[in-house]
């Protein structure tokens, strides 16, 4: 949408048949459009931890961004206040912060390479990049199986999957697995 006035009349139109819990604009405004009691229609057909109803598990919010431009400080600043609030009402642990990309791979990409997921983690209010617990053989396999660890639990091709794990945490990668791409799913490869 052009601007978050107009996600958000959107969002409570419904013939739209979507709706989330809450939308922020780039200037730090939030609405809270449905009660958190309530479910929102905002992931769609999505997985998360072997979860397949998103919708009915899941406190939505909307960022009003591009995906291509940088998110506005007060956007963030208005997010973090409201995760903080979130996260200790509902008692929600930072590795059950995602974004739609997350639990809908291949489908959705927000929000984006240019979210700051590691200012988020550095607050406790997301999964940080994972800890080193040893060297392991890479290959697919293994990726697969660590990342559906992590949640990713949506069946997309390995392709699909890298692209998402990246668009996540590695924003800038390209190309075929490397070592690095294990390190947020808490592990270390080593090509042998």
């Known amino acids: 949408m052009v601007d978050a006035e107009k996600a958000r009349d959107w969002l409570c139109t419904p013939a739209a048949q979507v709706s989330a819990h809450y939308v922020i604009s780039r200037d730090g405004t939030c609405w809270h459009l449905v009660d958190e009691t309530k479910r929102a229609w905002h992931a769609g057909v999505a997985s998360w931890e072997g979860a397949e109803d998103v919708n009915s598990r899941s406190i939505g919010i909307e960022l009003a961004n591009t995906g291509a431009e940088p998110f506005a400080e007060p956007q963030m600043a208005c997010l973090e206040h409201l995760l903080q609030r979130l996260m200790r009402r509902w008692q929600i642990l930072p590795h059950r912060v995602i974004g739609h990309s997350d ?90």
Not at 145 to 170: F, H, I, K, N, W
Not at 183 to 188: A, C, E, F, Y
């Open 103 to 192: 639990c809908a791979p291949g489908r959705k990409v927000d929000p984006g390479p240019r979210f700051d997921w590691v200012r988020l983690a550095r607050q406790g209010l997301a999964r940080s990049g994972g800890h080193d617990p040893g060297p392991e053989i890479a290959d697919m396999n293994l990726f697969r199986r660590l990342a559906q660890e992590a949640g990713y639990s949506m069946p997309v091709s390995d392709e699909v999957l890298l692209a998402t794990v990246r668009l996540r945490y590695r924003p800038r990668a390209h190309g075929m697995l490397v070592a690095e791409d294990f390190t947020p799913l808490g592990h270390r490869a080593l090509w042998t």
